[in-house]
């Protein structure tokens, strides 16, 4: 089982670049987020998807954007990179979003802005 | 303004000893608790959680406390191995529709031979 796939798993941008990060799950969830993890701190979410075409703000969206066009797929955007945005980032799903169902989590994508 | 923290960033315990990790939390309104563990290079894996209405949830070596008036909760795990070895995150949900987890900073817990 595939579970949660990331792409790529390593970029290195120039500032005023744009790239989308893509998040597939095959597990059928409802759920998905988006979340990044800077050094020494925990995990803040930046978007996140109830279902296909629905879509919302997390913690920290500026700068990002999102679209949710299937079940499966959850790609990321960035559109003018800045060096704030260097930062790992993990996409996540889960069958329910309030049932207490744990999140399946991607192994990240390592993006620096330089 | 953390809501979940988890103050000290790291521990060091030996092989076959009791790991403790430790964790904070300020909103009243978090009803569930989960603890994720972290490999280098890997997504969060999901290992333990806790509802409110429990003090208490073990699984195999893993064994969650939370102790609700003191809205602090640990990770206990007996006997720690070597592959225990990663990065904990507490992290904390309210009760609703589209509730957001929100995680702590992490724990590296080292566990040596």
């Known amino acids: 089982n595939a579970g949660v796939t990331q792409t790529p798993k390593f970029r290195i941008l120039k500032i005023g670049q744009s790239m989308t990060l893509q998040c597939t799950q095959d597990?059928?969830?409802?759920?998905m987020y988006w979340y990044r993890q800077d050094p020494g701190m925990g995990l803040k979410l930046i978007y996140y998807?109830?279902?296909?075409?629905?879509?919302d703000k997390g913690e920290v969206p500026n700068g990002y954007n999102v679209s949710r066009s299937t079940t499966e797929d959850f790609p990321l955007r960035l559109e003018l990179a800045a060096p704030s945005q260097t930062s790992v980032y993990f996409c996540?799903?889960?069958?329910?979003?309030?049932?207490?169902?744990?999140?399946?989590f991607g192994d990240g994508t390592r993006l620096s802005i330089l | 303004d953390q809501q979940v923290k988890q103050n000290s960033p790291s521990l060091s315990v030996q092989e076959g000893r009791i790991s403790i990790l430790n964790c904070d939390y300020t909103?009243?309104?978090?009803?569930?608790f989960l603890w994720y563990k972290k490999y280098p290079a890997e997504g969060p894996t999901f290992l333990i959680s806790?509802?409110?209405?429990?003090d208490k949830n073990e699984d195999g070596r893993f064994t969650v406390f939370l102790n609700k008036s003191a809205k602090h909760l640990s990770l206990h795990i007996v006997p720690s191995q070597p592959g225990d070895s990663a990065v904990y995150f507490c992290?904390?949900?309210?009760?609703?529709?589209?509730?957001?987890?929100?995680f702590g900073k992490g724990i590296t817990l080292s566990v040596r031979p």
């Open positions: 996540a799903s889960s069958y329910y979003g309030d049932t207490h169902q744990p999140q399946h």
């Open positions: 597990m059928n969830h409802n759920y």
């Open positions: 998807s109830v279902g296909a075409g629905i879509t």
């Open positions: 909103n009243s309104m978090f009803d569930y």
């Open positions: 806790i509802s409110s209405i429990k």
């Open positions: 992290a904390a949900i309210p009760t609703g529709a589209n509730s957001k987890l929100t």
